[in-house]
C-alpha cells in the first residue's frame, strides 16, 4: 500500500485514525483458506477534507469503508472514529456502542439502496431525522429539498424505492445519506449509477458537507468527480492475494 500523508491543514481535528489495520477474510467452504485484504493500513482524516481510496478492483477499497462502518470485524490494529459523543474506538466497541455511532455520528452511502418494501421513497428519506426525534415537518421539508435537488420526479416521493430505476433508487440513497450533518461520511462510489447532471449534485453536497467541517473518507469510479472532491487519496496497490491454507 502507498498513502499520500502530505495533510494540507495540520491545525484541523482528527476524526479518523486507523492505526496498523489487518484484515482477513476465512473462507470457512474452502478448507478454512485464509486471504488477506487489508495489511497494515495507516491513516488519518481531518474535517472538512475527502480523503479518496484508490486502486485497481479487488485491492481492498471496499473492505476499508465497511471495516470503518464496523461491518468487518478487525483482525489487528486500531480504528478509532471521533462521533459527537467522543471517540469510539471500533477494535473494541459493543455492538451498541457501534450503532450509536451509525446513527449520530457516522453516515456511510452505499451503492445499492436497501430498504423495506412498500415504504415510499419520502419516509425512506426521512427516516435518519425522524430516528433523532426531530420534527415531522421540518423532516419532511429537508428531504423534499434533497430529493428535488437530486431530481427525483416528485410523483415517485410516494412511491417505494423497490420498483425504482438503478439510478432513481441511488439518488434517493444519497438524499437519504445526507439528511443529517455526521461528522464522519463514508461514500462507496455514490456517483456509479448516475449522469453527469445528478453527478454534479453530489459534488456539491459533499462539497457542503466539507464546508461544515465533515471528514470524508470515499471511493469514486469517475476520475472527474474524483479530482473534483478529494483533498487527498490513499492509494491502493495491486497484490497477490493467494489464499493460505
Excluded at 440513497?173 to 439528511?179: K, L, Y
Excluded at 443529517?180 to 457542503?208: C, G, H, R, W
Aim: with cysteine; net charge negative; glycine share 6%.
Amino acid at each position: 500500500m502507498t498513502t499520500d500523508l502530505h495533510y494540507s491543514s495540520s491545525d484541523s481535528s482528527l476524526r479518523v485514525d486507523v492505526q496498523n489495520l489487518c484484515k482477513t477474510f476465512v473462507l470457512h467452504n474452502q478448507g478454512q483458506a485464509q486471504i488477506p485484504v487489508l495489511q497494515n493500513i495507516n491513516l488519518q482524516v481531518f474535517e472538512g477534507e475527502c480523503l479518496v481510496l484508490s486502486g485497481p478492483s479487488g485491492t481492498g477499497k471496499s473492505t476499508l469503508l465497511r471495516t470503518l462502518y464496523g461491518n468487518y470485524r478487525i483482525g489487528s490494529g486500531q480504528v478509532r472514529i471521533l462521533g459527537h459523543h467522543g471517540w469510539t474506538d471500533l477494535t473494541s466497541a459493543a455492538h451498541r456502542e457501534i450503532n450509536h455511532l451509525r446513527r449520530h455520528s457516522l453516515g456511510y452511502v452505499s451503492q445499492f439502496l436497501r430498504v423495506i418494501p412498500r415504504v415510499s421513497a419520502l419516509e425512506v428519506t426521512m427516516q435518519p431525522l425522524l430516528e433523532q426525534g426531530e420534527n415531522k415537518t421540518f423532516a419532511r421539508e429537508k428531504a423534499i429539498h434533497l430529493l428535488t435537488c437530486l431530481n427525483v420526479p416528485e410523483q415517485l416521493w410516494s412511491l417505494p424505492p423497490a420498483t425504482f430505476s438503478g439510478g432513481e433508487q441511488q439518488r434517493v440513497n444519497i438524499a437519504r445519506g445526507f439528511m443529517l450533518d455526521y461528522p464522519v461520511m463514508l461514500l462507496d462510489e455514490p456517483t456509479a449509477s448516475l449522469d453527469s447532471k445528478n453527478s454534479d449534485v453530489v459534488v456539491d453536497l459533499i462539497n457542503q458537507a466539507k464546508a461544515r467541517g465533515a471528514a470524508i473518507v470515499g471511493i469514486f469510479h469517475d476520475e472527474e468527480v474524483r479530482n473534483r472532491v478529494a483533498d487527498r487519496a490513499f492509494n491502493f496497490e495491486q497484490t497477490d492475494l493467494q489464499p493460505q491454507i
